[in-house]
C-alpha cells in the first residue's frame, strides 16, 4: 500500500496554499499537525459528508496537482516493486484524479486499485477493505507513508510502515509512529520492503 500526496508526487506547497484560500490563517505546522491523526477526523467533516472532485478543496487542488511532477526516482521504485508485489495506493485524496496522474506518468498500470477519500474517508476502513478483496492479513501488508497519522491508521489494523522523509512529517514525527523503517530516498524503498518480507 503506497500513499500518494508527499509519497509519489510532493503536494505539500499547494495543498498548504489550497488549504489557506478555503480555510485562512492556519500554519504549515498547524497544517502538518492535522495530518498526525485522520485529516477528516483532524477538520471534524462529518462522516455522511460527499467528498468528491466538486469539493471545494479539490477543484482548486486537481488541476494544480495534475501540472506536478513526481517526486524523482519515484517511478523506478514503482516499476521494480511491481515486479514482485501487489500495489494499490490508500489515499485521502480523491481517486479519480490519482488515477489520472498515475496514467499521465506511466505508473497507473503498476496498481492494481486507488483507494481514495471517495471510497472511505479512514484509512483503517480502506486496509480493512484491502484484507477483503485481496484475501490477504496484515502480515501481508506493508504501507509506505509521510505521515504519523497514516502509520497509527494502518497499526490499528495490524500493518506496519515504511516512513519516508521527503514529505509531509518530518523523521522525528515520523518515529513517533514506531514504522518498521524510515527512508531518506525513493532508492532505499525497494530494499526497505524486501527487508520486510523476507
Known sequence: MI???GVIVDTFKICMETNNQVWPDVSA???R???EGNIYESLNVDHDTVIDEE???FKLYIPRMLELDPVSGITQVVDKLREKYLLVVVSSSVSSPIE???TKHSMMSHFDKVFGVNIHKSKLAKIKMVFEEYGVEAKDCLFITDT???MREARAAGVDAVGVTWGWHPRETLEKGSPFTIVDTPGEIVSAVDRYFA
Open 148 to 150: 504519523l497519522g497514516d
Open 33 to 35: 499537525k492535522q495530518f
Open 55 to 57: 469539493d471545494g478543496f
Open 100 to 102: 489520472e496522474y498515475l
Open 3 to 5: 500513499d500518494f500526496d
Open 29 to 31: 505546522d498547524e497544517y
